[in-house]
Nanobody, 114 residues
C-alpha cells in the first residue's frame, strides 16, 4: 500500500495550494481519507477528512478556507487550501482509514510566508 501526496510548496499569505493524495494497493474502499498536519514542535492534528459517503469534517482553524474532496479515481482525495496563513505551515500527511488499520503517506511540506 502506498499513499502518494503532492502539491505542497511555498506560498505567500493569502495564497492557495491544492494537495493531492492517491492511495494505491488498497482493494476495498477506505472508510475515510484524511489530511493531518504537523507543525514544528507540535503534535500532528487532523485538518480535514472525508468519509466514503462524502461526509466531511474540518478543524475549526480551517473552516471556510479549506475544502476536502474525493477524486474520480478510487481512494483519491484533494485538499484545496485558500487564504493560507502562516499558522498553516507544517508537513501535511495523507491518511487512509480502514477498520483494520491506518495507512499514512510521506507528507508534503506547506510553507506560508507573511
Amino acid at each position: 500500500v502506498q499513499l502518494q501526496a503532492s502539491g505542497g510548496g511555498l506560498v505567500q499569505a493569502g495564497g492557495s495550494l491544492r494537495l493531492s493524495c492517491a492511495a494505491s494497493g488498497i482493494i476495498v474502499s477506505v472508510n475515510s481519507m484524511n489530511w493531518y498536519r504537523q507543525a514544528p514542535g507540535k503534535q500532528r492534528e487532523l485538518v480535514a477528512g472525508i468519509t466514503q459517503f462524502g461526509t466531511t469534517t474540518y478543524a475549526d482553524s480551517v473552516k471556510g478556507r479549506f475544502t476536502i474532496s474525493k477524486g474520480n479515481a478510487k481512494n483519491t482525495v484533494y485538499l484545496q487550501m485558500n487564504n493560507l496563513k502562516p499558522e498553516d505551515i507544517g508537513r501535511y500527511y495523507c491518511n487512509a482509514h480502514l477498520p483494520s488499520r491506518d495507512w499514512w503517506g510521506q507528507g508534503t511540506q506547506v510553507t506560508v510566508s507573511s
